[in-house]
């Protein structure tokens, strides 16, 4: 059965310093990985996907994810955080069987 | 183009009264799905269809929720009667193909119930 953790519920960095949101998921099979973003009182937003193309993903807003087999993980980076970065960020895992789960999501605070 | 359409967006209720919610996908997009997200949670995927077919209701609580999409284009989420814990936020996605394919999800903005 696949799964995701999400191993941070929140995370704070001071505005201008980088951002790390960690993501590990277990999958039987090569899967599909999201990260998508929440900001208050808006709906889902995709940030990027991996797509198995390349193992480094550039999304929108200056975020990256890069995707290791080795170590089942999928974390989300920036290098420098932005004040409307803040939002609840989540790692959604597909797989070959169509499920799809959502991590519990970190919430991000950006300190100024 | 329109993105997803719910509504209404707020909705409240009394336990054991009924309560649909509707949803509206982005126009040619043959998936659609139906999540619950709780308070600090993330969202749980419900129900998915493609085209006009459940194809994965396996997470819905057949004992009181219920969903159609009748022509493959907008879809209703029923829940009869409702209990105190289906407090939550109900989501509605689409996209063109599967998840499991590298495809987007687009959301609609959700609504909030509030079973008192």
């Known amino acids: 059965a696949q799964s995701v953790t999400q191993l941070d519920s929140h995370v704070s960095v001071s505005e201008g310093t980088p951002v790390l949101l960690r993501c590990n998921y277990s999958s039987s099979y090569s899967p599909s990985l999201f990260w998508y973003v929440q900001h208050p009182n808006k709906g889902l937003q995709l940030l990027l996907k991996?797509?198995?193309?390349?193992?480094l993903v550039k999304g929108i807003n200056g975020f990256e994810a890069e995707f290791k087999k080795s170590e089942t993980s999928f974390h989300l980076t920036k290098p420098s955080a932005h004040m409307s970065d803040a939002a609840e960020y989540f790692c959604?895992?597909?797989?070959?069987?169509?499920?799809?789960?959502f991590g519990k999501g970190t919430r991000l605070h950006i300190l100024p | 183009e329109a993105g997803v359409v719910q509504s209404p967006r707020y909705k409240i209720i009394e336990k054991k009264q009924p309560v649909a919610f509707w949803c509206n996908p982005i126009s040619g997009h043959n998936t659609l799905y139906w999540y619950r997200q709780n308070l600090g949670q993330g969202p749980e995927l419900l129900i998915r269809?493609?085209?006009?077919?459940?194809?994965?209701d396996s997470q819905l609580p057949k004992d009181r929720f219920s969903a159609e999409r009748l022509k493959g284009v907008d879809s209703t989420l029923k829940i009869q009667p409702a209990e105190l814990g289906d407090s939550a936020v109900y989501l509605c996605?689409?996209?063109?193909?599967?998840?499991?394919?590298?495809?987007?999800?687009?959301f609609g903005p959700g609504t909030r119930l509030t079973v008192l």
């Open positions: 996605a689409s996209s063109h193909g599967l998840a499991s394919k590298y495809n987007e999800q687009f």
């Open positions: 991996y797509t198995s193309a390349a193992t």
């Open positions: 269809y493609e085209n006009e077919e459940a194809v994965d």
């Open positions: 959604v895992v597909s797989d070959h069987n169509d499920k799809i789960i």
